[in-house]
């Protein structure tokens, strides 16, 4: 009866089932609780929004730097949690089932369960169809550490319950989630320690963005210790306490609450793949190819839930080929493409990434030349009061082939996009070099970078040669 049935509507399903509408298929989408998925109602969309109250009481607390003189500035905590559901509320209707129902997607309330590869089961009716996309997401872990369970806790999904603020807050994980909501945390108010079991926060990025990073933190209230892994929670009397190890022996640290950031777990079970034999990696996501397909060629699994990224913006992108590949693979089929995928933290500076960094070119043993430029240079950032950071560039010797960008500063995430363009369509830092970019602006600073190699690289022999012309033309 349908050319598809998507389980799950988080950014994979919602962008899938699009698709499928779009090219006039017979689409079911099939969500047990909220459209939107973890993004719009516990991820991406609530935490931007209470980075943003964070990023106003920074910005109030530089006041002085700027001339302006405020008297000290009061956190009114239910009011900032009840903006950041305003937030949710004014975005939901982008994934709302209105909006897809209108663009064609029939969408379903209820929990699915595929009972064979042409089957799902859904409220004690039995859908078929011709294919099947998984986009059933991940959820936030939650180890087996002794006492969690008797101690305030939460995770990225329930921190959103909270009313009041949390006078002493412990953050298990220095993750992106982890710094960026023990960043914000410290600057509405609470007291905040931040345990990371690797010697550096954000443990994929280079030491140098990292650093920056924990010094920001730091900066901002943030008691951060790395090398530290919480091995118990205790009850002493009215105190919850954690207990640590790290390189100096046993920590103890009090709190109010804890927020458990440890990474997320595919959400593979309850809905059938079990019963159809679907294997999952040992990373516990869905085993695809690069068609994303399941062993069942007619199965296939986007997002979280398939990996190896938890990015929306990778969710989405896997759902092109995901529809696509269902809908026409007997004509012609894509292998997923991940060779340009970027990626933002989004702490204040933010730390914005695409392709190679240097920790990855060493693990590698690729030979690399390093293009570095410092955003303290930079005649915007200077004005703005926001002159720190830098951008790095990674290409071939002797080569502007850009392989990857590391980029630290304000609007990291927005400065990346220029040079994922240019890694995307294959144009190198010559071309960036040579393209106007308005003055004084932050996106100067992606063209600073791209003439900061160029002079690395200035043609000494020509310039000799030039300088002579020059010399004879003055006789």
């Known amino acids: 009866d349908r050319n598809m049935v998507v389980i799950g509507a988080g950014a994979g399903g919602l962008v899938s089932s699009y698709i499928a ?14 459209m939107g998925g ?59 089932v209105e909006r897809y129902t209108k663009l064609g997607v029939e969408c379903v309330q209820g929990e699915a369960h595929i009972v ?65 909501l023990a960043q914000s945390f410290a600057c509405l108010g609470s007291q905040v320690t931040l345990a990371e079991m690797a010697d550096q926060l954000l443990s994929r990025e280079d030491k140098d963005a990292a650093h920056l990073v924990e010094q920001a933190l730091e900066c901002d209230g943030v008691t951060v210790l790395t090398q530290h892994k919480v091995k118990a929670f205790e009850q002493r009397g009215n105190e919850q306490i954690a207990l640590l190890d790290g390189p100096d022996g046993e920590k103890t640290v009090t709190f109010d609450a804890v927020l458990v950031a440890l990474g997320r777990s595919a959400n593979t079970k309850g809905f059938g793949l079990e019963k159809l034999d679907i294997p999952v990696t040992e990373r516990g996501t869905i085993q695809v190819n690069d068609y994303l397909q399941t062993n069942y060629p007619n199965i296939y699994a986007v997002g979280d839930v398939a990996g190896p990224f938890q990015l ?77 950071g830098f951008i790095k560039v990674l290409t071939p010797k002797g080569k502007d082939t850009i392989l990857g960008v590391t980029i630290v500063g304000e609007h990291a995430g927005d400065l990346l996009a220029e040079f994922t363009l240019a890694i995307r369509h294959g144009l190198g830092l010559n071309k960036i070099l040579g393209t106007v970019h308005p003055y004084p602006t932050m996106s100067e600073a992606v063209k600073y970078t791209a003439g900061m190699w160029k002079q690395a690289h200035a043609p000494e022999k020509l310039l000799q040669w030039v300088e002579k012309y020059q010399r004879w033309m003055r006789h």
């Open 116 to 180: 064979s590869p042409w089957e799902v089961e859904v409220n004690g009716e039995r859908l078929t169809t011709r294919n099947i996309v998984i986009a059933t997401g991940a959820r936030p872990l939650l180890p087996p550490i002794p006492g969690l369970a008797e101690v305030t806790h939460y995770t990225s999904d329930t921190i959103w319950s909270l009313t009041e603020l949390p006078p002493q807050l412990l953050v298990l994980g220095g993750g992106p989630i982890g710094a960026e």
């Open 38 to 96: 973890d993004c719009l109602n516990t991820g991406c969309v609530p935490s931007k929004a209470l980075i943003r109250a964070a990023k106003t009481m920074r910005e109030i607390g530089k006041a002085k730097a700027f001339g302006i003189h405020t008297q000290a500035p009061v956190v009114d905590f239910p009011a900032v949690m009840a903006r950041v559901k305003q937030v949710i509320t004014h975005i939901e209707p982008h994934d709302s």
């Open 312 to 388: 929306t913006h990778a969710s989405a992108h896997q759902a092109w080929y995901a529809a696509v590949n269902a809908l026409f693979g007997q004509f012609k089929r894509f292998k997923a493409d991940y060779s340009v995928m970027p990626a933002a933290t989004y702490t204040s500076p933010e730390v914005a990434r695409v392709g190679l960094n240097e920790k990855e070119a060493k693990a590698n043993q690729q030979d690399v030349e390093v293009t570095y430029y410092g955003i303290d240079d930079l005649d915007r950032a200077i004005a703005d009061g926001n002159d720190h």
């Open 21 to 34: 509408a779009v090219v006039k298929a017979k689409v079911t989408l099939v969500e047990k609780d909220s």
